[in-house]
């Protein structure tokens, strides 16, 4: 049973430039960097050196407030270095890439896997970061209990992924994220699509399914929980992305971290705006100088025009 949500007030603005939709496998970057600005709210401790062998999926730190929290290797190489800022404070980690990829294998998820066990998987794996939580959008708590898990697969913002395309041919994995995940909470697991798209959500099961429609910021995740169940005052929620769902699931299935992204290379400075099959953390060179670039002068933005 799907439910129909309509935004009226917005606005959608339309870009030069949007990605064809064919796929390219973009260059193996010569390193891959971990950021840690995008993990706010987390106090990292390290695991290894500068010097390390590390595998795809090897844990590389944790949190100091949440021992069990870990953050792992997008690739398998040589951490080569260490950026700290004021403070010591670590600001990024770069992990020369190995030519083949090597992958720390964790254990498949049982059939019939109860809550605390796939919490566990998600821990240690280095998954568990995908799960953000409203308010304030930040790492999920593994010790709350949302009333609710949140996925937007209707994209709103100019010149972003279309995830009917990003997603096709990926069911199997969605769907054994989405189950393990309804695991997690008492609540739904609320997947929002638009109204009238093909997108690979509308068939699976253990979950309550959302038509949208309307301008942006209808594709977003916190306008769409506020339409569906909106967070009262001592209530939390989780929200994932769909491409992140793809990793759980892959993880769940086959006991391996694969850091792999579709992302659009789009914009009116792009020679040819297509999608590219790459992993986390990949330098931006790597597919940017394939497509070829117009100008001399331009602005690189990691995310979509509103909010990256």
Known sequence: MSKDIRIKKGF??????????????????NVYAINLLDFRGIMPKLLVKQGAEVKAGEPLFYSK?????????PVSGELIEINRGARRKIL???????KSQDYLEHSKMRPGADSEEIKSLL????????IRQRPYDHIADPLATPKGIFISAYVTAPLAADLDYTLKGKEEELQ???TALGKLTPGKV???VGKGSSSPFAKLQDIELHKVSG????????TQINKINPINKGEVVWTITPQDLVIIGELLLTGRFN????????????KSPKYFSTKIGAEIATFLYASGVKDERFRVINGDVLTG
């Open 190 to 192: 609320h997947v929002s």
């Open 12 to 29: 959608d603005i339309n870009l030069v430039g949007a990605a064809e939709q064919n796929t390219s496998k973009a260059a193996l970057s």
């Open 176 to 178: 054994t994220a989405l």
């Open 259 to 270: 850091a792999q992204r579709t992302i659009a290379l789009a914009g009116s400075t792009v």
């Open 65 to 73: 407030d949440y021992k069990d929290m870990l953050f792992v290797s």
């Open 215 to 222: 301008p942006h910021p209808a594709g977003l995740v916190g």
């Open 92 to 98: 990024t980690i770069k992990i020369l890439a190995d």
């Open 123 to 130: 821990l240690k794996s280095g998954c568990w970061p995908f």
